[in-house]
T-cell receptor, first 114, second 113 residues
Framework: DTGVSQNPRHKITKRGQNVTFRCDPI?????LYWYRQTLGQGPEFLTY????????KSRLLSDRFSAERPKGSFSTLEIQRTEQGDSAMYLC????????????FGQGTRLTVV | EDQVTQSPEALRLQEGESSSLNCSYT??????LFWYRQDPGKGPEFLFT???AGEEKEKERLKATLTKKESFLHITAPKPEDSATYLC??????????????FGKGITLSVRP
């Protein structure tokens, strides 16, 4: 297990289409975070899971966004009816212990909406 | 609302030319301040966590310091491989150890050989 895995790495979609991204955390990491990063900006928090429970959601996460983590393992982030403003890098991070010191980020999924 | 401001936005250094990156923060109760390195097209890589004013941490050519209002990332005798975007993030006391990090926009460092 070499780290947090995100798929796909790149996704180009037409405006109005639905897209789904997957994050596989490091084995036994029970905490999982989704962030979004646009060009020239720092990552912005979207949502957080502890095991299968979604414990916190940002107001940035509109009704078109939904995230799941069935069985507390991998997680998916779905965006419905994509808009050009959704174009960004979507980052996933996972951790086992409390706090961020032992959290690791994945390589991200870059979404381009045309 | 928690705020993190990083300056300058971009920094170009000659190899061996030491400098500092600044991170100013406004939070209601700091739990921790984090520094990350991010290479183009990759996720952030953890560098340091600082918890209280006066704390310092070092790793190779990097040294992070913390005051009550800001943090500095000092780079001593940088090399071209230090070129990256350096992100600062804060975590507040409000929601505990697993709460979100609030990031600054980052500082893009370029080190010329």
């Amino acid at each position: 297990d070499t780290g947090v895995s995100q798929n796909p790495r790149h996704k180009i979609t037409k405006r109005g289409q639905n897209v789904t991204f997957r994050c596989d955390p490091i084995s036994e990491h029970n905490r999982l975070y989704w962030y979004r990063q646009t060009l020239g900006q720092g990552p912005e928090f979207l949502t957080y899971f502890q095991n299968e429970a979604q414990l916190e959601k940002s107001r940035l996460l509109s009704d078109r966004f939904s995230a799941e983590r069935p069985k507390g393992s991998f997680s998916t982030l779905e965006i419905q009816r994509t808009e050009q403003g959704d174009s960004a890098m979507y980052l996933c991070a996972s951790s086992f212990r409390e706090g961020w010191t032992e959290a690791f980020f994945g390589q991200g999924t870059r979404l381009t909406v045309v | 609302e928690d705020q993190v401001t990083q300056s300058p936005e971009a920094l170009r250094l000659q190899e061996g030319e030491s400098s500092s990156l600044n991170c100013s923060y406004t939070v209601s109760g700091l739990r921790g301040l984090f520094w990350y390195r991010q290479d183009p097209g990759k996720g952030p890589e953890f560098l340091f966590t600082l918890y209280s004013a006066g704390e310092e941490k070092e790793k190779e050519r990097l040294k992070a310091t913390l005051t009550k209002k800001e943090s500095f990332l000092h780079i001593t005798a940088p090399k071209p491989e230090d070129s990256a975007t350096y992100l600062c993030a804060v975590q507040t006391q409000r929601t505990g150890a697993n709460s979100k990090l609030t990031f600054g926009k980052g500082i893009t460092l370029s080190v010329r050989p």
